[in-house]
Each structure stands twice: as C-alpha cells, then as structure tokens.
C-alpha cells in the first residue's frame, strides 16, 4: 500500500537557520514525490517535486528537497529559514505516471521564529 | 499552472441540510479532485470528478451523501448532503492536466465548513 509519514507534527527553528522537514514514503512502484506548502486560511500550493533525474530538486522560495531511494525519504530543506516560511508543510508521493492518485502525509508545522 | 477559484469561501450550515460547492478552472482540465481536510488533519481524497460520467469516490465515501457533478472540463461541483457537525471540514477542488509531463496538481483555496 502506498503511504506518506511525516514524523514531526511541529518544527521550531530560528530565523537564520537551516531547516529540514522530514518525509518517508512507501509505494509500490516508482515514486513521483511531491512537497506542499498550505498557509493559515490558504489552498495548498505547489513547492517542487521529483519525478526522475538528479536527487537533489529545487522548488519555489529557495526551498529543496533530495530524494534518498535507499532510505526511501524526501526530505524538505532550506538553507535559512525566514519567519514567512511559517506554515504547513504537505509531503505526497503518488505511484508512477499511470495513477493519479495522491497520498499526503499528516503534515508538519513549522515554526520560524525571530 | 492553473488559477482554480471556489465558492462558497466558508459557511455555517445547519445539521441535515445540504451544501453545494462550485470549483471553477480557468484553463481546460483533464483531472479534477474533490478532498476532505478536516482540522488539523491531513487529506482525504473524496473521489475524482470524471467529465461526462459519474465519478469515482474512494473508500468511505459515497454518492448518496457527496454527489459530484462535472458537466465540462472547467467546472465541477461538490455537494455534502444531509449535513452532521462531523462534516466540518475544509473542502478542496484539485485539478491535473494530464500529458503534460508535469504529474502535478493544483489546488483551490478552499471552502471551509462548519456544520452546526
């Protein structure tokens, strides 16, 4: 079965520094992962995604993310956080090119602080 | 990308009453979704909204109670029928366009609603 876990509900960071949200996944074929960001009173919105290709992908607002098949993770990352990074963070893999469906993770806040 | 729009916003709605919620594309589509975010929760995939034929709802779900209209490849609706404080939930339209080699989806901004 296809599954997404986020282990950290929360994450709490200074303004500055690095951050990285963690995401496992489990699907049965090739994984098409994905990260999504969902602001207070917001729709999700697309960050970046790996489908094939080099490990290391690059998204929108100077966020990454590498994909590790052996460890099978996709974790996001930044380099230094701002507090307007402040929000719920989704991971999603979806199974290969033929599915449509997508498998969110619980989600994880993260805290950027001043 | 694709601009998705949605309406209602929010609303308070009484037990037992029905809701119906509009998700408008402003570019053709091939995939639209329906899901469920209910607080502080992840999401939950309602069903898929084929156009021209009924749509597909996943496990846990079911027409009687989430009817789910597609008439062309910009709009779909979503209604939640004969409504408990269980159906509270923020309810979000996605959209694919599929052969585009992009296997991303983009979401509306979402109806949140609260069941009295």
């Known amino acids: 079965a296809q599954s997404v876990a986020q282990p950290e509900d929360q994450v709490n960071v200074a303004e500055g520094n690095p951050l990285t949200v963690k995401c496992t996944y489990s699907?049965?074929?090739?994984?098409?992962l994905f990260w999504y960001v969902q602001y207070p009173n917001r729709g999700l919105q697309f960050l970046l995604k790996y489908i094939t290709g080099d490990n290391l992908v690059k998204g929108s607002y100077g966020f990454e993310a590498e994909f590790n098949k052996s460890q099978t993770s996709f974790h996001l990352k930044k380099p230094s956080a701002l507090v307007s990074d402040s929000a719920l963070y989704f991971c999603a893999v979806r199974d290969g090119e033929g599915f449509n469906k997508f498998y969110f993770g619980s989600g994880t806040k993260l805290n950027v602080k001043p | 990308s694709a601009v998705i729009s949605q309406k209602p916003s929010r609303d308070i709605c009484q037990r037992g009453t029905s809701l119906t919620i509009q998700c408008q594309v402003d570019s053709q589509v091939t995939m639209m979704f329906w899901y469920r975010q209910q607080p502080g929760q992840s999401l939950t995939l309602i069903a898929t909204?084929?156009?021209?034929?009924?749509?597909?709802?996943e496990s846990g779900f079911v027409i009687d109670k989430f009817p789910i209209s597609r008439p062309n490849l910009t709009f779909s609706t979503l209604t939640v029928s004969n409504m408990s404080p269980e159906d509270s939930s923020i309810y979000l339209c996605?959209?694919?366009?599929?052969?585009?080699?992009?296997?991303?989806?983009?979401f509306g901004p979402g109806t949140r609603l609260t069941v009295t």
């Open positions: 909204a084929n156009q021209g034929s009924e749509a597909t709802y």
């Open positions: 699907v049965s074929g090739n994984p098409y």
């Open positions: 996605s959209v694919e366009v599929v052969g585009t080699g992009l296997y991303e989806q983009y």
